[in-house]
C-alpha cells in the first residue's frame, strides 16, 4: 500500500506558467487537503475537500484551484504562477473530517518559481 | 485571530527528557494534535488530545490544559533519531487544523 503519492517531488517553474501538482491516495479516505508549508510558518491550508465532488477553501486559496472528481485524486493547479508560491506543498487525507481521524501527509512537492 | 506558539528551536542530550510547549487561540476547539517531521519528510501524526490531562504512549507523552489553552509534548530516553522537528496543531470549529511553525529539536551525544 503506497498511501498518498505526489507528484512531481520538486519542479522549477517560470513565473505566468500553469502548473498542476498530482497527488492520490489509495486508504479511499473521504477527506482530502493541500497545504502549503514556508520556513519560520506553519502549515497553511490551502484548499480542502471533504468527500468526492465537494470543495472548500482554506486559510490561503488565492491564486490556487482544484478539483475532486474522485475519491483518489485530488490535484492542485496554479493558474499563473507567482514567486510568492515557491513553498513546499503538502497533501494530507483523512477518513473523515472528525478530529479523531488522522491526516495522513504525501512526502511533499518543492515547487521554485522563479 | 488564531494562533499556536511554541518555541522555535529546542536542545538536548541524548538520553534525557525534553518538554515541547505550545499555547493555542482557535475559534472553538476540537483537539489538539502532535506532529513529527523530520527534515525533508512529510508530517507523522504522534498525538491527540481533547479532554484535561496526560497521555501517554511509549517514550512519549502529551499533556492538555483546555481551560489554560496549553499543552506540551514529552520525549523521554531521547534518541538521536528523534531529532526533527515538532509540529503543535489546533482543531477549530470548522473542523481545520490551525498550526504553529514547529519546534526544531537538535539532539545532541
Known amino acids: 500500500i503506497a498511501g498518498i503519492t505526489q507528484a512531481p517531488t520538486s519542479q522549477i517553474l517560470a513565473a505566468g506558467r500553469r502548473m498542476t501538482l498530482r497527488c492520490t491516495q489509495d486508504?479511499?479516505?473521504?477527506?482530502m487537503y493541500w497545504y502549503r508549508q514556508d520556513l519560520g510558518l506553519g502549515l497553511r491550508l490551502i484548499h480542502y475537500?471533504?468527500?468526492?465532488?465537494?470543495?472548500g477553501k482554506g486559510e490561503v486559496p488565492d491564486g490556487y484551484s482544484v478539483s475532486r472528481a474522485n475519491t483518489d485524486d485530488f490535484p492542485l493547479t496554479l493558474a499563473s504562477a507567482v514567486p510568492s508560491q515557491t513553498s513546499v506543498y503538502f497533501c494530507?487525507?483523512?477518513?473523515?473530517?472528525?478530529?479523531?481521524?488522522?491526516?495522513?501527509f504525501g512526502p511533499g512537492t518543492r515547487l521554485t518559481v522563479l | 485571530g488564531q494562533n499556536i506558539d511554541q518555541p522555535t528551536e529546542m536542545t538536548a542530550t541524548e538520553g534525557a527528557i525534553v518538554q515541547i510547549n505550545c499555547t493555542y487561540q482557535?475559534?472553538?476547539?476540537?483537539?489538539l494534535f502532535w506532529y513529527q517531521q523530520h527534515a525533508g519528510e512529510a508530517p507523522t501524526f504522534l498525538s491527540y488530545?481533547?479532554l484535561d490531562g496526560l497521555e501517554e504512549k511509549g517514550r512519549f507523552s502529551s499533556f492538555l490544559s483546555r481551560s489554560k489553552g496549553y499543552s506540551y509534548l514529552l520525549l523521554k530516553e531521547l534518541q538521536m533519531k528523534d531529532s526533527a522537528s515538532y509540529l503543535c496543531?489546533?482543531?477549530?470549529?470548522?473542523?481545520?487544523?490551525?498550526w504553529g511553525a514547529g519546534t526544531k529539536l537538535i539532539i545532541k551525544p
Open positions: 494530507a487525507s483523512s477518513d473523515s473530517t472528525a478530529a479523531t481521524d488522522t491526516q495522513y
Open positions: 486508504m479511499r479516505h473521504n477527506a
Open positions: 475537500s471533504n468527500t468526492a465532488g465537494t470543495t
Open positions: 482557535t475559534s472553538g476547539f476540537n483537539g
Open positions: 488530545n481533547v
Open positions: 496543531a489546533a482543531m477549530d470549529s470548522n473542523y481545520q487544523l490551525i
